[in-house]
């Protein structure tokens, strides 16, 4: 029997039997190792998001695995391939689609929100979502792709190019791998963050850190741009407070990347984007190109995968894990091992 994760109601998981079936034409069966927990999973769990998701629901999409047995029509990929999975399925046919936006389709399949993700120990996925990992890759640290692919993206969208100052607000997971992959750019970059310990564990990554609740941001930036402003700043906290830092940081010109999720209208400094011409830049996703970046990073040791995964506790305590990340703590990442079904967490 082989077991899933599911989310039945708004701060309620459960473990089960999985359901899933043999993989069909254009399909593969994977057997999921590694699963992150990320900020949308919470939003889901909290229940802010239960007008889209139709529960029993198996949550997951930033994982690792290898494949089990391909379906037919399938080519290129065979039992034992080391995968992880863009989980993207879109019609083709929308405006944005048409565009070749296929990555924000109207009609998008967010695999692990929309349908079925990768939270249980086999999972059917099509063929074309599947991009392949090196040998040479823990799949544990490739359970981090799939983020990362978001920071690729999210530098990517905001043009970060090389001898630039780039302001991260928000230092959580995202948002330090924005600014690893920022920095790996050619940017100079600095992260604003509350958590004492996201601050700790950033400075180890060699990233300089402000806190908002201690520091004078807007000194510091005139300080180290020469009263210039920043040239980019991404938005990562999702909070009211982080949209008027990443705001005010700028530069004539700068560009305000929106990255965190904000659930509710947020008021912005107009008069600021009107006087410095300020642009600002939503980015939502990744392509196939930000995915493959995103192995590389991994694979080479660029983004230090391995430093940012706080826990990784067994299939069957994820639903404790949810209530951990939930209750904040001095936790970045935490991964579900979906080949351990022993009832004690690994550290």
């Not at 190792?33 to 529960?55: E, K, P």
């Not at 994982?63 to 990929?77: A, C, F, I, Q």
């Not at 963050?193 to 400075?203: I, N």
């Not at 006087?275 to 980015?283: M, P, Q, S, Y």
Request: aromatic share 4%.
């Amino acid at each position: 029997m082989t077991l899933a994760v599911r989310y039945t109601s708004a701060r309620t998981l459960d473990t089960a039997p999985a359901t899933g079936a043999p993989p069909g034409p254009g399909e593969v069966e994977l057997a999921p190792a590694y699963v992150g927990i990320c900020g949308t999973d919470l939003h889901i769990f909290h229940g802010d998001m239960d007008a889209r998701v139709h529960t029993p629901a198996v949550l997951g999409h930033e994982m690792s695995g290898r494949v089990v047995r391909v379906g037919p029509g399938v080519e290129g990929w065979r039992a034992g391939d080391a995968v992880t999975v863009m989980p993207l399925r879109w019609d083709g046919t929308c405006p944005a689609c048409r565009a070749g936006h296929q990555h924000i389709c109207q009609h998008l399949d967010f695999i692990g929100i929309d349908s079925p993700g990768a939270m249980q120990q086999r999972w059917t996925v099509p063929a074309a979502t599947l991009i392949r990992l090196p040998d040479s890759l823990a799949l544990d640290r490739a359970a981090l792709v799939e983020p990362t692919a978001v920071a690729v993206h999210d530098v990517g969208r905001a043009k970060v190019a090389e001898g630039e100052k780039a302001v991260v607000v928000g230092g959580g997971p995202v948002g330090v791998l924005i600014a690893l992959v920022a920095r790996a750019a050619g940017a100079e970059v600095r992260v604003v963050e509350p958590s004492a310990h996201r601050r700790l564990l950033a400075e180890q990554l060699g990233l300089t850190v402000w806190d908002p609740a201690a520091d004078d941001i807007g000194a510091l930036v005139d300080a180290w741009t020469r009263d210039a402003g920043a040239d980019v700043a991404f938005e990562v906290s999702g909070a009211t407070g982080g949209v008027d830092t990443a705001v005010d940081v700028l530069g004539v010109r700068g560009r305000l990347c929106l990255v965190a999720i904000h659930p509710r209208p947020r008021e912005v400094n107009l008069h600021r984007f009107f006087w410095r011409e300020l642009t600002l830049v939503g980015a939502r996703l990744y392509d196939r190109g930000d995915f493959e970046s995103a192995v590389t990073l991994v694979a080479d040791g660029t983004i230090p995968a391995e430093r940012l995964i706080s826990k990784v506790v067994p299939l069957t305590q994820a639903p404790a894990a949810f209530e951990a990340l939930e209750g904040g703590g001095d936790v970045m990442k935490i991964l579900v091992d979906c080949t351990d079904t022993t009832e004690g967490a690994a550290a």
